[in-house]
């Protein structure tokens, strides 16, 4: 376990260094979202009864600056190490590809989290905020980071140049987020769209984040975790294999 254990520690050094840009910035950026719709739709949007917009909006919040920011750890590191010729370091060891695959996808986590809890704890002075079932926020942050840092590992893999990732991230990873159900429930939107959200697996992920604090959600947390879970598993798949054949990694 030495190897898997010395490049988990690498990947999360890596962000840590430069925490104001990977931790901080994101926290920011969470900040300005809430000040700007909360304080436009909070006397006119009421999701949930009860509820008012303001404690609606921030597990969105947090919900959403977590899976950007795993998605964006382990795929940034692997096409640094690309570009700049460092990845031979990691290939040469005797490291297995469940070695490599579980110290990126873990480091994901721990930079998800760190933004994650980032955002809540500096959000939540805004209202208030009660924890209806605590069990399924940690479910569902944990399933989300993981999804996502493991979606980010495969892009990594995937890619070969800065643009081809942020080609990625805007039009597959940051649409994906925004639509589902951030600022809005589904159950506002017109039967299509609705339709269209319950494809879309962000949406299961914070609509179950959500059910923990609320206790109320668009659908069953149970259906949610599983929807998250088999999503999981199927990009899980698809790294370890892409892994295990050397996919873009070795000449």
Not at 117 to 135: E, N
Not at 200 to 224: A, E, H, L
Request: aromatic fraction near 18%; charge should be positive; charged fraction near 5%.
């Amino acid at each position: 376990m030495s190897g898997f254990q010395t490049l988990f520690y690498k990947e999360v050094l890596r962000f840590w260094k430069v925490a104001t840009q990977t931790v901080t910035a994101p926290i920011v950026t969470a900040m300005l979202y809430l000040l700007i719709f909360g304080h436009v739709l909070e006397s006119h949007v009421q999701v949930y009864p009860g509820v008012q917009y303001t404690s609606f909006l921030i597990p969105g919040l947090v919900m959403m600056s977590l899976l950007q920011n795993a998605f964006a750890n382990a795929s940034s590191s692997l096409i640094q190490s690309k570009i700049t010729g460092n990845l031979v370091f990691i290939l040469l060891p005797p490291l297995s590809h469940w070695d490599i695959f579980f110290a990126y996808v873990l480091a994901a986590v721990v930079r998800g989290l760190a933004v994650g809890a980032g955002v809540f704890l500096v959000t939540v002075w805004f209202t208030h905020m009660s924890f209806a079932a605590p069990i399924w926020i940690i479910v569902f942050a944990l399933l989300g980071a993981a999804m996502l840092g493991t979606m980010g590992l495969i892009a990594g893999i995937w890619v070969e140049k800065f643009d081809q990732l942020a080609a990625f991230q805007n039009f597959f990873i940051v649409p994906a987020t925004f639509l589902s159900g951030v600022f809005y429930s589904i159950h506002s939107l017109p039967p299509f769209w609705q339709g269209l959200s319950h494809l879309n697996p962000f949406f299961y992920m914070i609509d179950g984040f959500r059910y923990g604090f609320f206790g109320q959600s668009d659908v069953s947390p149970f259906f949610s975790a599983t929807v998250v879970s088999l999503s999981f598993g199927l990009f899980a798949f698809i790294a370890v294999q892409m892994l295990k054949r050397g996919y873009k990694l070795r000449a």
